[in-house]
């Protein structure tokens, strides 16, 4: 069983930046896919980026450029740096990790991009 727990969210103006963490622990973190989804109000979940255990990166195209996922394997970490936030950015940002053919769900920290 797979627990991932987010952290890092917040308020930022537009034009600011926020680094999200999710921490894993319960699986083998260096063989899974890993991935950034969100979710605004009244919208479906959508993927923000996902890294594999190789390292490829996969990004969605209204965060290319302004987003940055890496992955800690000695920490079973993986990170979300967002930069140039826009309003639109705004949303419950969720980690998920694809584990020895199952999917598991962070819990989901708020993102707010307002002045």
């Given at each position: 069983q797979v627990?991932?727990?987010?952290?890092?969210?917040?308020?930022?103006?537009?034009g600011g930046s926020?680094?999200?963490s999710c921490a894993?622990?319960?699986?083998?973190?260096?063989?899974?896919l890993?991935?950034?989804?969100?979710?605004?109000?009244?919208?479906?979940?959508?993927?923000?980026a996902?890294?594999?255990s190789g390292g490829s990166t996969t990004y969605a195209d209204s965060v290319k450029g302004?987003?940055?996922?890496?992955r800690?394997?000695?920490?079973?970490?993986?990170?979300?740096?967002?930069n140039s936030l826009k309003p639109e950015d705004t949303a419950v940002y969720y980690c998920n990790s694809i584990?020895?053919?199952?999917?598991y769900w962070g819990q989901g920290t708020q993102v707010t991009v307002s002045s």
């Open positions: 627990q991932l727990v987010e952290s890092g969210g917040g308020l930022v103006q537009p926020l680094r999200l894993a622990s319960g699986g083998i973190f260096s063989r899974d890993m991935g950034w989804y969100r979710q605004a109000p009244g919208k479906q979940r959508e993927l923000v996902r890294i594999t302004r987003f940055t996922i890496s800690d394997n000695a920490k079973n970490t993986v990170y979300l740096q967002m584990s020895g053919g199952y999917g």
